[in-house]
């Protein structure tokens, strides 16, 4: 989708891009969750071996935001750690 959308809209000048988000530890419980996924080996595929936090995904959602990206479109960004 995040392809059709930027040939369509691309003539008008604008971009579409995508953020591939994975596994993230939010709220209250964010250590227990990530715990209990450790322990039952859902985090062995991803190389960084956790769960990211909500500010991790920042540096890519600003770049995509700014100025610095406006020869970027079409493009999906994972934010995953290195999911395998």
């Known amino acids: 989708m995040t392809l059709y ?19 993230i530890a939010t709220g209250d419980n ?3 969750l990530e715990e209990a996924l450790c322990k039952a080996g859902a985090l062995k595929n991803t190389a960084l071996g956790r769960m990211g936090r ?10 995509l935001a700014s100025d610095e990206s406006r020869y970027t479109s079409g493009q999906r960004i994972k934010v995953n750690g290195g999911r395998l």
């Open 30 to 32: 964010a250590a227990e």
């Open 54 to 63: 909500n500010h991790e995904y920042l540096g890519a959602a600003i770049y």
């Open 5 to 23: 959308m930027a040939a369509e809209w691309g003539k008008f000048g604008i971009r579409a891009n995508a953020l591939q988000p994975g596994s």
